[in-house]
């Protein structure tokens, strides 16, 4: 998958996490997002390093994967902003 693909699955990652995770966020929806994006490329890797997540296509196991990278990502962020 593409740069830009991790991109726009990431923008869809950050607004599941963040609806998965409501309350009050330092950065609110923009912070969510770009974590989104990062967990996104950091949920992709730790995904195909271990073998459960697929980072081939855009499809619900990816969509799982970026979004459980994004939720792991904005749970350490609202520890260390707490």
Known sequence: MGFLSWVVLGLIAG???KWLMPGKDGGGWIMTIILGIAGAFVGGWLGSLVGLGSTAGFNLGTIV???VGALVLLLVYNKLIR
């Open 15 to 17: 607004a599941l996490a």
């Open 65 to 67: 994967t970026a979004t």
